[in-house]
């Protein structure tokens, strides 16, 4: 093995065990014996995970200069491109990568990824697709779909493809999430609660899985003692779930416990001022703005 091989192989090693400063030194190392392509790139990507943009960009220049027809050199430049936000330029680079690379899924999904981020959805659901031809069982181009779908109100195919997701990796964050809103959104509410409630029981489940919880029980269920629980873990999950805290402060209101309907109405409005707005029109607040305590709430919030 060649003493350039050498450098490059302990710089690998050294990325693999997270010693990223040691890493980038053997690289510099072997770049001053020789700098092949693809070591170059691989440089670039660590600078990029470390946010110093500037001294990834060129790598990924000078990739492409000496190989206009290196895929992943203009796959990099999209990339880096996206990460200062310059959309257009990322997928223009991205596109060159496509043209050089067509069967890459990678590709595909990231591309997909940035046509949805900067609102072309039409392009961003053609791109996922490509995504599961090349792939079948791409957990997150399928989630995706699903997640643009439901944000245009198609339903049945957000179901759908949301739930090959789930079927692919059920364990994975977000996807029971999904499924609960998408039932709920169709009025399943008993399905809702069962893909919510396995959302919840993952270790790294996400917190908002409680909320809709708590709303489904106290406002279709009226089931105020039910809700009241999950509003409380959803608190406990995290104290800046300021939604959470108006709907438990709206609990207590509908149980005539003003004194705490007004302490959690003010650590909601403290933590998002848009829930001022929501109290005077609030059905559940209604014989709660009658009360003095409201007044209390109105001098606390305007301190």
């Not at 943009?53 to 790598?59: I, M, N, Q, S, V």
């Not at 779930?241 to 959690?264: H, K, M, S, V």
């Amino acid at each position: 093995m060649s003493k350039y091989r050498e450098l490059i192989a302990e710089a690998r090693s050294l990325v693999a065990s997270n010693k990223i400063d040691s890493a980038i030194e053997k690289y510099q190392d072997a770049f001053d014996i020789d700098a092949e392509a693809d070591d170059l790139i691989d440089l670039g990507f660590l600078y990029l995970e470390m946010k110093n943009y500037e001294l990834a960009f060129p790598l990924f220049t000078t990739v492409v200069k000496s190989d206009s027809n290196n895929s992943r050199g203009f796959y990099a430049l999209g990339l880096w491109y996206e990460e200062k936000e310059d959309y257009q330029k990322a997928i223009e680079n991205l596109l060159i990568a496509i043209s050089l690379d067509p069967f890459n899924p990678d590709i595909f999904f990231d591309i997909a990824r940035i046509y949805e981020e900067s609102g072309d959805c039409e392009r961003a659901k053609a791109s996922y697709l490509k995504v599961i031809a090349l792939k079948q069982n791409h957990f997150w181009a399928h989630l995706n779909l699903g997640s643009i779908y439901e944000g245009e109100n198609n339903l049945s195919m957000a179901l759908e493809y949301t739930k090959k997701a789930y079927e692919i990796d059920r364990n994975m964050k977000m996807v029971a999430y999904n499924l609960g809103v998408i039932y709920g959104r169709m009025e399943n509410y008993q399905e809702a609660i069962k893909f919510y409630v396995q959302e919840t029981s993952k270790s790294d489940g996400y917190y908002n899985a409680y909320y809709n919880l708590g709303i489904i029980y106290k406002d279709i269920f009226k089931d105020y003692k039910t809700a009241k629980l999950y509003f409380l873990q959803g608190i406990s999950q995290n104290k800046e779930n300021y939604f959470c805290w108006y709907n438990l402060g709206c609990i207590y209101a509908l149980d005539g416990n003003f004194l705490e309907t007004t302490n959690c109405l003010y650590y909601a409005i403290s933590g998002y001022l848009q829930l001022t707005d929501d109290v005077l029109s609030d059905k559940d607040l209604k014989e709660y703005i009658k009360s003095e305590e409201y007044q209390r709430l109105l001098k606390m919030t305007k301190k």
